[in-house]
């Protein structure tokens, strides 16, 4: 007795939902390691995240973090920015020099925004870098690249 090789295939439906939640995850895992992979790899540009703010006597304190993706060790390094308050005028300008910005690494700067209280301010405008330089002088494009967050109230973009 030979037995012959069925032609049909019993298919059943796939559950969607299983296949959605895989997706989703992968799509989670993707968006939340692309950030950070490029901040961690050298060459990608600088991260600059306004990481703090607090009302303090001296006004309006605030703590930047600045990581360094470049490859190279900045020697000089100065943020031109305009803080607005809530009906978008434009209430001060500040020039900040952060250098040395140490290559692969993450500096930490605590400084003052602002006289009054940080609830006046509702963003901040980087307006350009008009000092970026390496170790060895050379002039470098430190807005290619250039990553802004915000991890306070205050908006923080270019």
């Known amino acids: 007795m030979r037995f012959a090789a069925s032609r049909h295939l019993i298919r059943r439906p796939v559950p969607a939902v299983p296949i959605i ?15 950070h992979s490029a901040a961690a790899e050298p060459g990608a540009g600088l991260n600059l995240e306004l990481n703090k703010t607090n009302d303090s006597p001296r006004g309006c304190m605030t703590t930047l973090l600045i990581g360094n993706g470049l490859g190279q060790t900045l ?16 209430i ?8 040395p910005l140490p290559a692969g690494r993450t500096t930490i700067a605590s400084l003052s925004l602002h006289d009054g209280p940080c609830a006046n301010i509702s963003r901040i405008l980087l307006r350009e870098i008009p000092a970026c330089r390496g170790r060895d002088g050379s002039a470098l494009d430190c807005l290619a690249g250039l990553v802004i967050t915000t991890r306070s109230a205050i908006e923080f973009g270019r």
Do not use: C, E, S, T
């Open 92 to 99: 001060d300008r500040l020039l900040i020099d952060l250098a």
């Open 21 to 35: 939640m895989a997706l989703a995850a992968l799509l989670a895992a993707f968006l939340w390691l692309a950030p």
């Open 75 to 90: 020697d000089r390094f100065r943020l031109d920015l305009v803080l607005f308050d809530a009906k978008n005028a434009p």
